[in-house]
């Protein structure tokens, strides 16, 4: 069955450091991967996609994602966090034609001013 | 476009009561989805339909729980009886299409409180 892992379940930083968010998922197929954020007391948006194509994906406000296959990743990043980017990240992954997204289980960021 | 439309925001009601959640999803949009978010479990698939047809209810958490889409336009989830575990925010979300690479646009959710 399809997995997605979030290792880090909370992360605190200052503002203008650098952000790096772990996502695995276990599945061997085509996958299709999300990013989600959800700031506080809203619904999820989408950040960014990766379907094909270049691995590096660039999403709004300045995030990226790198889909490695051979490590089974997609990891978020962005060089420089704002207080604004305070809110939780979700991972998700969906395979072939299926409608159905697997979500991890999110990484609450506080960014401290 | 005006999103998905959930109603009601906020919902406060006492163990037993019967409680209906509704979703309106965008229009075009032929895949719905019920998503259940909580502290402990975070955010769980209860069901999703296709062209308002039930396809996978597997992660519907037992009989109180009950779907339903009658038209492209409007859907339920239905708690009866409601128990206090129940309590957690309810997401709806829909998709334009089957296929797997298109991105779900979710509504605002439903914060339901069991007493």
């Known amino acids: 069955a399809q997995s997605v892992s979030q290792h880090n379940h909370h992360v605190i930083l200052s503002e203008a450091a650098s952000l790096e968010l772990g996502c695995n998922y276990s599945y061997g197929g085509t996958v299709n991967l999300f990013w989600y954020v959800q700031y506080p007391g809203q619904h999820l948006q989408l950040l960014l996609k990766?379907?094909?194509?270049?691995?590096l994906v660039k999403g709004i406000k300045g995030f990226e994602a790198e889909f490695i296959k051979s490590k089974f990743s997609f990891n978020l990043r962005k060089p420089s966090v704002q207080w604004s980017d305070t809110a939780e990240y979700f991972c998700a992954v969906s395979s072939g034609a299926t409608n159905k997204l697997i979500f991890g289980t999110g990484t609450l960021l506080a960014v401290q001013p | 476009d005006a999103g998905v439309i959930q109603s009601p925001r906020h919902e406060v009601t006492e163990m037993g009561q019967e409680v209906t959640l509704r979703c309106k999803p965008i229009s075009g949009h032929n895949s719905l989805f019920w998503y259940r978010q909580t502290m402990m479990r975070g955010l769980e698939l209860l069901i999703y339909?296709?062209?308002?047809?039930?396809?996978?209810d597997s992660g519907m958490p037992e009989d109180r729980f009950s779907a339903k889409m009658p038209n492209a336009s409007f859907s339920t989830l239905k708690i009866q009886p409601s128990e206090p575990r129940d309590s957690a925010v309810y997401f709806c979300?829909?998709?334009?299409?089957?296929?797997?690479?298109?991105?779900?646009?979710f509504g605002d959710g439903t914060r339901l409180s069991i007493l």
């Open positions: 990766y379907f094909s194509g270049d691995p």
């Open positions: 339909f296709n062209n308002n047809v039930p396809i996978d």
């Open positions: 979300a829909s998709r334009p299409d089957r296929g797997g690479n298109q991105p779900q646009h």
